[in-house]
Each structure stands twice: as structure tokens, then as C-alpha cells.
């Protein structure tokens, strides 16, 4: 399903799935790859907790995007969580599971 034949609700939350999964997923492959090779204490733990949370089984990974885009939602005083709630859990899931394809997890 192409961007263009999203309603807005769905658009919303494509939006929102875009920028968790980019802060926690793409952050922590930052982190991973910014410490490789480092050898001080605090880089070797910081890539370490990104080895460990990038690991975790791909419906652990979905089960946290998901939590943290409901998190968000609840958050926001600008009327998102009405569109999370519209675009529904199944469509919000379907799409952090392209992603998480997509990503190779």
C-alpha cells in the first residue's frame, strides 16, 4: 500500500510508526556502530546495550515500537491519539512489521 492511498488517520499513524521506529531502532544501530571497536568501560556497555536490545526476537521488537508509538499517542495534546485510534492496532502492527522486515529483523 503506497502513502497516497493512506487516509489521514492511517497517514498519521505511518507517521508516528516512522519516527519511533527511527529514534529506537535506528538509534540503537547508531549507538552500535558509532562504539564499535571502542575499548573504555562506558562505549564497551553502551554497545553492548545496543547488541543485547537489537537482538531481542522480532516480536519482542514489534511488541516495544508498538508500545512506544501507544506511549506517544497518549502523550500528545495535538489530537493524535484519535488517529491511532482509528487507524486501528491491526494496520499500526502490519506496518512495524514491514519496517521491521524491511530492517533485516
Given at each position: 500500500m503506497k502513502i497516497s492511498e493512506l487516509n489521514e488517520h492511517q497517514k498519521v499513524a505511518y507517521q508516528l510508526m516512522d519516527e519511533v521506529t527511527s529514534e529506537y531502532i535506528g538509534g540503537?544501530?547508531?549507538?552500535?556502530?558509532?562504539?564499535?571497536?571502542?575499548?573504555?568501560?562506558?562505549?564497551?556497555?553502551?554497545?553492548?546495550?545496543?547488541?543485547?536490545?537489537?537482538?531481542?526476537?522480532?516480536?519482542?521488537?514489534?511488541?516495544?515500537?508498538?508500545?512506544?508509538?501507544?506511549?506517544k499517542a497518549d502523550l500528545d495534546r495535538g489530537g493524535i491519539d484519535k488517529h491511532i485510534r482509528f487507524a486501528g492496532k491491526e494496520f499500526i502492527m502490519e506496518r512495524i512489521e514491514k519496517r521491521l522486515q524491511k530492517w533485516g529483523y
Open positions: 540503537y544501530e547508531n549507538q552500535l556502530s558509532d562504539t564499535e571497536g571502542w575499548d573504555d568501560e562506558y562505549n564497551i556497555k553502551m554497545h553492548n546495550e545496543a547488541k543485547e536490545f537489537l537482538e531481542q526476537p522480532h516480536e519482542e521488537l514489534k511488541k516495544f515500537v508498538y508500545g512506544c508509538i501507544m506511549d
